[in-house]
């Protein structure tokens, strides 16, 4: 498909491009297309209404074995690791326009195999992808390595080199961006890459890497296998040539990671988890704005955001005159058609995630909260999983629904009387992701932003930041940092060469 044929933004012009779309669901290896050495293939299935979108190849043991042979051969080899890094900026900016002339295609893969609203996928997750890959490939050739002051005899260098072979393993509810976010620092700094897209959404990351062999990414640079996680991707952390892993995911799977390397060759293992974030308004906030953003912080992408603000914490003296501020706006949030270009949320990814934020709505009012707005599924009909914005209010911090990661439109309101109560509020939780401040007043906002401890924290505004600057969690919500010149870090590995001169 070109981006020609891609002329209207209607979402007839976007079911006529869903029909015609030709989607090649197998596994890529050694620069190209391959069936998995089984043959087996399992469906990807469209969240919107049930149906099966391709097959696609469901890679186990064997392929990721071969993979990382294939993978080890090419870092030894050199013509990527040792390439000059000019040479890969060069190679990375070629993809990220290839990327960026196929954006159409890209952003519909995304939206059948997400469901995520294509006016999300063609504006923010193919963009994000894009700029991730060029960012990274434009910095590579500006990093200096250090020499450290020794005496006049010696000369100290401390270079940083690739890992060697990593794997990348990623969740469904970004799989574009969370693809780029590793690829883009993993290739730049010369390692060699094989990566395992979730199993209900491995369609966009298949076909950007056609676009990095069409790049001049070297054959067996890029390795993608789809299958399953509890064997292949168990299989790929617990492997013993592999020498890094970097993983976005549940925290309970990333535990279980942790331990993989520890039983095997201690891979660098880097993880971006789960959160459970603290979107804090003071009554001197703006609040139209923090109403509107509380909405947005939530129910963006059907709140299954990793650092979704689940828990809106208000001070009590405004709860009255700001709550129907946020149900205002969380009207504007009703799911609908992905494939129409005014949508804003799509559905749940499956039948499961579904059932689990079902669960989680009946827990609420079991705990004795109070259901303010929404709490149903809409669309049955549809065959696709929607449910409406839902919110809860009188949530004390202690029920689950404060307490644990529902990853749904699901919000928990939360009263606080002071600006040591909503530090405590935000910081009893085992997670520590992300997190927003709404006040005015630079010492408050400020002394707030600075004691909530997380990775990222918004004054005035939620989901702000971009590639410049690091990402990722505190406590457990994980340990690596995607983004910015700090990813490199996560794969290469610090070296001292000690020269003394006779
Ligand atoms: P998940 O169940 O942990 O799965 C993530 C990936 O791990 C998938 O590719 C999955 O494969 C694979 N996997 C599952 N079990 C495995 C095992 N035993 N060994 C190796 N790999 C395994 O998470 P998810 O439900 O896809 O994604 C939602 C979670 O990701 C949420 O907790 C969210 O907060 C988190 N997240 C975090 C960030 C961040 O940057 N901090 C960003 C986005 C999402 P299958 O698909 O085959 O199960």
């Known amino acids: 498909m070109s ?15 869903a029909a015609d779309i030709q989607i090649d669901g197998r596994a890529f290896i050694n620069g190209q297309r391959s069936d998995s050495l089984s043959g087996e293939t399992r469906p990807t299935i469209n969240p919107a209404n049930g149906n099966e979108i391709a097959e696609v190849a469901y890679c186990g043991a064997d392929d990721a074995d071969q993979a990382v042979n294939i993978a080890r051969e090419a870092f030894e080899s050199g013509m990527w690791s040792s390439m000059a890094p000019a040479d890969r900026k060069m190679v990375l900016v070629r993809w990220a326009e290839l990327i960026e002339s196929h954006a159409h295609e890209i952003a519909l ?4 195999d997400v469901g995520k609203p294509i006016a999300d996928t063609l504006n923010i997750d193919v963009g994000a992808a894009v700029r991730t890959i060029r960012w990274s490939g434009e910095a590579i050739d500006k990093v200096y390595d250090e020499i450290t002051p020794t005496p006049a005899n010696c000369l100290a ?22 693809t780029a976010w590793k690829l883009a620092p ?16 491995p369609l966009s990351a ?12 070297p054959a067996g640079v890029l390795q993608v296998l789809p299958g399953s996680g509890g064997s292949l991707g168990k299989h790929i952390a617990l492997h013993m040539d592999i020498d890094g892993l970097t993983f976005t995911g549940s925290t309970p799977v990333g535990k279980q990671l942790m ?22 308004v003071f009554a001197d906030g703006n609040l139209e704005l923090a109403a509107s953003s509380a909405a947005l912080a939530v129910f963006y992408n059907g709140g299954q955001t990793c650092t979704a603000g689940t828990r809106l914490i208000v001070e009590e003296s405004i709860m009255d005159e700001f709550l129907p501020m946020v149900i205002e706006h969380s009207k504007a949030w009703m799911p609908g058609d992905p494939l129409d270009p005014a949508t804003v949320m799509g559905p749940m990814i499956d039948s499961a995630q579904y059932q689990t934020v079902c669960d989680y709505v009946a ?6 909260a109070e259901l303010l707005f929404g709490g149903n599924a809409v669309h049955e009909q549809s065959g696709g999983f929607y449910y409406q914005p839902t919110i809860f209010s009188g949530v004390n911090n202690q029920m689950r629904i404060a307490q644990e990661e529902i990853f749904g439109p699901v919000l928990a309101v939360i009263p606080f009387r002071n600006a040591d109560e909503a530090v405590q509020i935000a910081n009893d939780s085992i997670y520590g992701l992300a997190g927003a401040v709404w006040s005015r007043d630079i010492n408050t906002a400020h002394k707030v932003a600075n004691a909530v401890r997380v990775g990222t924290m918004g004054i005035n505004n939620y989901f702000g930041g ?7 969690g505190f406590k457990q919500s994980g340990n690596g940092r995607d983004k910015s010149m700090h990813a490199f870090a996560d794969y290469t590995e610090l070296k001292t060469t000690w020269i003394e001169f006779e």
């Open 206 to 217: 298949l076909r950007i890497a056609d676009l990095a062999a069409e790049a001049g990414l």
């Open 186 to 201: 993993a290739l730049a700094t010369g390692n060699s890459v094989l990566l395992k897209p979730a199993s209900n959404t």
């Open 363 to 368: 827990i609420g009012k079991e705990e004795g």
């Open 259 to 280: 331990q993989y390397s520890g039983q095997s060759n201690l891979k660098r293992t880097f993880l971006e988890l789960g959160g459970k974030s603290p979107n804090i």
């Open 466 to 472: 971009d590639i410049t600057v690091p990402f990722g």
């Open 3 to 17: 981006d020609e044929t891609q002329s209207e933004n209607t979402l007839k012009a976007w079911q006529a491009a």
């Open 157 to 178: 260098l401390v270079t940083r080199l690739p890992l060697g072979v990593v794997a990348a393993i990623v969740p469904w509810n970004f799989p574009l961006s969370t």
């Open 109 to 112: 893969l995304e939206t059948l």
